[in-house]
């Protein structure tokens, strides 16, 4: 039985990646590069998009040739859709349709949020985990139910991430720590 390949896009905040994964969870390539800005410094969107047009064609090669597969062997194309900054959302999604048609294989749309906890659920074995989703733009309690993720709480102000983003900047922390 042939085994099943996704090349993934990951491109929703200041950090570039691309994934190679088979089915069962092996990953077989991960290569990223994150835009880093001066301390005091956030990120912004048309930058850090920039960042992202500057890396990802060589993080597709890079992850080719890592991973040793072929595009005729990828079953289908991933990318994450959002939660995350527009601008950089949008190259992973443009660079997603063009290998998509160059290459002939379906596109699959991934929320960043269950992405982590699948992430997480793969790596750990844990069955329907409740997760505390902690993130930049998101601080969220979420589980498991009914079929689907479901939000069971979240703050309604401020997200913790972007909290201590706002901090950092405050105290001219670096934002790679």
């Not at 993130?135 to 079929?147: D, F, L, M, P």
Request: glycine share 10%.
């Amino acid at each position: 039985m042939k085994r099943k390949i996704a090349i993934g896009f990951e491109g929703s905040a200041n950090k570039m990646g691309v994934g190679i994964v088979t089915l069962d969870g092996t990953i077989l390539a991960n290569p990223r590069h994150t835009y880093i800005t001066p301390p005091g410094h956030g990120f912004l969107p048309r930058e850090t998009a920039h960042h992202h047009l500057d890396h990802v064609l060589p993080l597709v090669k890079s992850a080719l040739e890592t991973s040793k597969v072929a595009p005729e062997e990828i079953d289908c194309i991933c990318y994450t859709k959002g939660p995350g900054m527009g601008a950089p959302l949008q190259v992973s999604a443009v660079v997603v349709r063009m290998l998509s048609q160059l290459w002939k294989k379906p596109i699959v749309g991934v929320n960043h949020c269950v992405a982590h906890i699948e992430m997480g659920r793969v790596l750990t074995g844990a069955d329907d985990p409740v997760v505390l989703y902690v993130s930049g733009g998101n601080t969220q309690v979420i589980a498991y139910s009914e079929g689907r993720y479901r939000i069971f709480g979240e703050t309604i102000d401020i997200a913790v991430g972007n909290c201590l983003d706002r901090f950092a900047r405050v105290l001219n922390l670096s934002s790679w720590i």
